[in-house]
């Protein structure tokens, strides 16, 4: 039982630790100077790594199983279940590797869910300790398979995907050189199988990572690893440029996040979202974590009588509760309520920028240069949820304001999103739209008190987004290269296998289900525990009624715009001829993945609510959600409890499925079946079309806002010190120059040597003194008897009286 | 022989002694030259290696401690001595001369004499660091400004002679204002108070006394100090470089030969900051309290200054030199947050202080391993092309894709990248500015945008592509082994520290906690002027 | 009668005994003279080169004085007025005999190795240069207003005649007319000085005016005072003969004209041993104001402070005019117009501290260490000067040019001329670890501790230190045309022979370098000097 | 008439003013040492004077000895150099001599 930490933390360091060694292997064997270009190893190898990942996790997950006797499952109410879980995050310690374990005194039963631990230490500054950690429990379980799993098959796909790369002499047709032809260059198997590794890697220690510092750490990395991968194809300048404009807008999303973060190092004075746990002499020293300080056993946030300042509990008492300590203990921390909201706004902040919400959403389009595979994995499944995955994880330190925030960012971007996708036609770029607008969802769903519901739809759409962004390679590859939906159509008998997965995916998203049965898609499930979760929350504060709204009216939507997507590529007639004939059906290393996430995608949510899945996740939950939260009395919002987002669950349930399908029924009539001519419509709503079709203008007005005017002040810096410092000197010798009258040619080599201001005017006036040296001897002599009388009445002048 | 005690003398010296034995060889024996200039670096790093040996992690004070009398009649003593802060630069600087003088083959032009000056010029590096005398240390910091003038101006670009005195300029005047200060700090501990430190009458040089008396408070006035600390901090501010004195650093860097530009960027910018750590602020706490503000905001605003100025060149050179300034930005930041409680003078929220500080030592030693790959970089693609053009490179990771791949390793470092060296420091640091002042902390952290911003920016112009755009495309072939030598011993020490930072913390933390404290103490010991006031009324 | 007798026959004793032997070196240097003159009229010993016997004379002169020296310090012999106190024995005055002979033997070599006098005039030549020296030598001993005049004179007319010695040349012989014209009159305003003061005291001897001052000033005169007004013009007046000797501003005007008209040799000896004749002296006539009253010391005092600020007018003064210097004798001329500044700021610091109204035990350290400042100063002076002087002398003998830009890139082909002429300059700059540098921190260090004095003092020290910076401009365009400009084609070759030629270069530069890596020996005896001087002891 | 120092010493100042002038107005090389000349003399004039009216005593003419045996060696050195500009020069106004300045 004691083990049983230590034997979690090592299987998941295993599944995270592989990727990476696969990572350096291909590098090595890539530099190699007599690198065989034709041989899949370096992608066998790859999979091998993150399958072997996926099976260390599943044997985690199942010990974990066993270690808890499976009450994740057997649980009915969460929130019961939750307080006794958080009175045991106390025992459990390992710090570094060692197996050394530290029984707890008191409670023996129930069984520990959460484990922490340490690594090992960055750095610790006195009290200040800067480490890497491990936080496993339900949510970092799900996440581990979920993520191998999903990786592995992406993987497995890529091996066909990117075969064409096999090869010494690769020809880039969307490059062209300046004589007119095509861009050569040896084929780079290898190069992607690495950096997909090195995604793994970074996405994993995202997941496990124990505080909030090491997340921000994997955060780095993953945007490098995306930043790889999206300019994947260096030779175009597109891809390169997106590959910028992602991490480069990350970066202003980790701009909060860094801010984030200083105001809880400075507050609190740790990052760990557990307690730690150190072992001096033997004394087991216990220093409380972020979640603990804030939220303490029972969810609640201890405030000052004036309500300005959060009072956090650092004190253990001999039965491991946390208290606040009293005002006179020098070791009483305490941080306004103001500082705690930007602290929270903060690392939503950096949510904002992975995640791809509003307004910092421009980069998810631009990012599917990179190959298929990749926006698949990186930009759908995995790292661009891991922004929701944080805001989940960090939802502790988040007060309703934070929340209502939240809310309202994932309800603009999920509108956004979901409109801007009913314009596109690159099929990748719609996809892309739908991810943006699913993750506004997520985000909803956790800011309107919905953290099951949030986390949830992370896991199914991660499902069903990569099974469709393969089908979509599937897609493109068959399509050699093409991309646009318009030049495609009826690639239902050509590619069977593909366009059944990918109808599997669409009715996925769009959330259907047979009504008054529970078989449904896994979208439905996910994104009705969403709608009753927002239902609830506008019931409880009717004034953010649009927070139900919106989206209820985005799930038609988006039903609309799936459909349109695979009516479009997949019915009707080809309408390229020419790219039809050659349309082939993709290889089973492809097709084989399609059909597994299918199976995934239709049923890895079922049950609903009372499903294996989303009890497990809700394992995890936060102490306090269940209940929610009365803000009437604190004067701010209320979040619903469980008990009254079940109570929304029908109403809710039943619009999101009316809502998909009028969506689905128009996509059928405009598209399908073709009864209105989709041409007219864009003609009647011109300017709306153009509007979307420019992506709301964001892009442009970020290029006005930010792009141009950082640009206007670095020429200004750099203009300073060539103008400024530099030139202040030329100034000083042109007015040297000009007041001396100096006729005497200057010596270019003499300029040369003067080098700034002091030296110049210096010189100037150094000039100007050959002057007196007038050569005169007759002067000379004069000057002897000028000074001496000129010095004798100096002296007198200015002699010291007194 | 190798005693921790000599070991100091001999990093400073066996470069000399290598430099003399050079005059000896044949003019035509280039190959042979260089290779016993190897030997020299290389001798002098596993010296220094040796040091760490003799180290005692855990004790924050000054080890191997060695003192000579040199000029009695002034108390000048001939004395040496480590502790954390000294000893991970030292194996810092003995690192880069190493690989710089690896890199210095392409010098063809007076070998002998730029490999005798190269030599000399690491003997006044290791002199600064190791120096306890205030004179000593003065006298090894202007040693190096001779053999540097010489190496940019003689094996430098076309406007190197600009460039040199320019250097040499910015460094005499500074050094000019320490020696004012120098001259102060001798006087002012000639009182027969401070004799109870120094043993001796008349005044002292010796570092360690003098910072003992500053600790003390009453030894130096706040006047003294803060005056002290003003010209102190602007001698070593041009050295570091901090706006607005870093003006010679651009032209210094793009004109020097590459490995010079290594140096400079890898020990002699550490200079400064160090400077900054071992004298201006313990030497007068009080002075650097009072300036901490201003520290900060100077930290600050070379940060964001030096990235947008980066962000603005067209010379690939001159944009590696500006992000060192925007580095070295977070040096002086993390030194300088040093917040205190307005009502008892006492250091408020220490910790996150010390921390900055160590982040600062960090980053001095990341940017001194990230800064000269940087600059290796360019000169490998300058040798071949022979301009530094951004705009005018493009597709070099196709046609030379090892040597891409170790520069984007580098340049990621450079960005601040988590896993390689950048990140630490500056995430440190920044991290305890919040402490310090908020508005600070929030534009400091605003840098990582703009870093992101030149460095991505410049490498999609030069390695991204179909195709490369400039002049010389024949010229362009593969790294030879000794330029991927070279990379690799740049590279990886970006990962171990990058991975593992308590391989420097460990040796700094113990010497930056006691300063910490030290300087903690000094300026609650100082009599501030308005309490005395208070006092009087 | 007897009385008489009595008296005479003391003289004689007096004169025979004591004086004539300490006279020795002296008597010497005039018997080459003599001997170096029968040379030419006897036609057996024409044969006999004359600089053979200058050169045995100055070694014989250099031998004993350096004995004298030696008893001196050994206490042998004890300091004791000379020639009925005419002339002053002691160590000061012995240290500086001993020096300007040795300065001696170093000119006469140089003048050997570049060949300056041909052999028809080599008797004439050394005549006067012994001549010179030896009136030097006298104003070093001089301890009377008789002697002050003499001794100036006397070094004054045989140099007229050494800078017109290029006959042929029109610039030599301007040069030489400008010279005997400034130096007469100012001659002449400093003996009118001298008979102004002699009379109004009553006495010539220079102990003994401090007291005759005091008896005279004591009787409540104040500042309006005439007779108090006259003497402050009087001493001013004898100020200007030295001040023109030493080139102080505003009586610098002959120096940069004589020196580029005279040969490079003679500029070189007129820049170093005549000022070093004068700075004794003035210390002498500064020092000839103590043992008086309070009001008397306060003329003195207002006295140093005018000397500190002609002394930071002519060390910005000479900086600054070197900058537009295309001849390099012209411009080395302004340098030691400046130089002459540094060193009148010990004097400055000297007399401040000794007349102010708040001596004690410290300030009397202070003085001494201005006056070992000073004769540090001159020691290094006459090395790093002499040096550059000997190498545009040697260099002119290859190029026949003394223009800067002539110089350009000839560290290419004289490694060894460039590198000792590098260590002269960096030395002149003042950089460590030069001897320039220790003993320009020796003078800065008394006028720090003379400002808690006087604040002009402040204004003087900071012009020090400005000027360190302004002194680099020019400085640098010499190294900067030798190392740093190429070697335009078609210039002439420069060969020279390495063994004398070489030997003596490295023999005058190398101390330049040693006397700043190990001062403490030199700065023990010059401490020593001052002190004999000062307190007696 | 009892004679007082001060008339002598009026007379050597006027002496030495007209020296210093002549010294700064003439352009002949000679006259320049004629005015060098004066103003030797009016420091030996009052070393006389002192040495009659001042416990300088003898000092006084003894100096004055020196001073005229100094003088006439200037005299012949200046006298020279003169000779040799004029060789160089074909003149001996001093304001010819302007080669060197700057």
Redesign the interface.
Known sequence: MESLGNKLSTLLAIAWLLPLFGFVVEVFAMSWPNANRKSKAAAYFAIFCIGFGFVCSSIAFYEWGEGTDWAAFKAVDHGHSEVANAAEHGEHAATGHDDHEHKAATHETPKRTVFSGTFYNLAQFGNLKLSLDYYIDSLTLAMFVMVTLIATCIHIFATGYMAEELVDDYVDHQVHTHDGGHFHRPGRFYKFFSYMSLFCFAMLGLVLAGNIFQVFIFWELVGICSYLLIGFYVERHSASTAANKAFIVNRVGDFGFIIGLMILWTSFGTFSFDDQHEVDGNVNKVTAGLFTMVRGHDGHLDRSSDGQTVLLKNEQDVNGEWHVRKESDPGRKTITYTLLIVAGLGVFGGCVGKSAQFPLQTWLPDAMEGPTPVSALVHSATMVAAGVYLAGRFYPMFVPEVLLTIAYVGCITAFVGATIAIVATDIKKVLAYSTISQLGYMMLGLGVGGWGAGLFHLVTHACFKSLMFLCSGSVIAGCHHEQEMTKMGGLLRKMPITALTMLVGVMAIAGLAIPGTSIAFSGYHSKDAILATALAYTKLNPIHFLLFLVPLLTAGITSFYMFRLWFYTFLGKPRDQHLHEHVHESPWEMTGPLLLLAVLAAGCAIGGEDGKLFKMLTFSEPVGVGQGVDGAAAHTVSLPGHAAIHASHSTAGSAALLAAFIGMSISYLVYGKGVINPADIKRQAASVHAFLANKWGFDDLYDVMFVKPAHVVAKFAAAIDKFVFDEILHTFVRMGIAVSKWDRKFDEGVIDGIVNLMGNSTYSLGISLRNVQTGKIRQYVTFIAVSVVTLFVLLFALYPKG | MFTAETLTSWIIFVPTIFAFFLVFFEKKAVEAMRVFALAGTVVTFFLSLALIGQFTVGDGGMQGKISVPWIASWNINYQLGYDGISLTLVVLSAFVFLVSMLASWGIEKHVKGYLILFLILETGVMGVFFALDFFLFYVFWEVMLLPMYFLIGVWGGPRREYAAIKFFLYTLAGGVLMLIALLMYYFGSATPEAMAITGHSGGSFDLLKLAEMAQRGDIFSPGLQVAGFILLFIGFAIKVPTFPFHTWLPDAHVEAPTPISMILAGVLLKLGGYGIIRIAFPLCPYGAQVAAYALVAIGVISIIYGAFAALAQTDFKRMVAYSSVSHMGYVLLGIAVWKISEVTGVAEGRDYWLMGMNGAMFQMIAHGVSSPGMFFMVGVIYDRVHHRDLNQFGGLSGLMPNYSGMAAVIFFAGLGLPGLCGFIGEVFVVLSAWNYSKTLAIVSAGGVILTAGYILWALQRVYLGPAYKGPHPEAITPMTSREQAIGWLLIVPCFVLGVYPNFVFNYTNDSLTKLVDTLDSGYQNTPKPNSVQTTQK | MNEIGLLVQRLLDETTKTSVGLFVPELVLSGTIVAMLLCRILPLLWRVPAQWIALLGAFTAFAWTLCQFDQLVGGTLHATPIFTGLLMFDQFATFFRMFLCLFLILTITLTVLSGIPDREDAPDFYTLLLGATLGMMIMASANH??MV??GV?MA???S??MV?FL?????S??????Y???G??????M??G???L???T???SLPEIGHRLSLIVSQGAG?SDPIV?TI??AS??VL?GLA?KLSVF??H??C??VF??AAAEVAGFLSVASKAGAFALLVRFGLAFSGGSAAVS?IA???G??IGV?AAATAT?G????????NIK?MLAYSTIAHAGYMLMAVSALMVMKFSKHGGAEST?VTLSCIEGLIYYLFVYLFMNLGAFAIVALVRNQIFSEEI?DYNGLA?QC?LLCFGMALCI?SL?G???MGG??AK?VI??SV??ATSVHWAMWFV?GAG??N???G???Y??I??AM??KPRPDGARKVSYDLMPVGLFVLMICLPTLGLGVL??RF??TF?NVASVLLTGR | MQPTPDKFLFISAVLFVCGVVCMTTKRNGIGILMGVELVLNAANLNFITFSRFTPLGLDGQVFSLFVIVLAAAEAAVALAIALNFYNNHLTIDVDRGDELHG
Do not use: H
């Not at chain 3, 006959?167 to 610039?171: N, S």
């Not at chain 3, 012989?173 to 400008?178: R, T």
């Not at chain 3, 900086?319 to 295309?326: E, F, K």
């Open positions: 207003l008789l005049f003499l004179e004054s007319v045989p007229y005649a017109g006959k042929g040349r029109k610039k012989s301007e040069a030489a007319l400008k005997v014209v400034y007469a009159g100012a001659a002449g305003v003996l009118y001298i008979s102004l002699a009379g109004l009553g006495t010539g500042i007004r402050v013009l001013l007046m200007v023109f505003p009586f005007f002959w940069p004209d580029e008209g306060e005092f207002a006295l402070i005018g002609l003064f900086n600054l005019s070197a900058y537009g210097q295309t012209r350290a830009e290419t490694p960096f700059i950089l460590p670890p540098f220790f921190l800065f260090a720090f501790k020290l230190a400005i360190t910076v302004f680099l401009f020019y640098i365009r190294l900067k190392y740093l001062p403490a700065a023990e401490n």
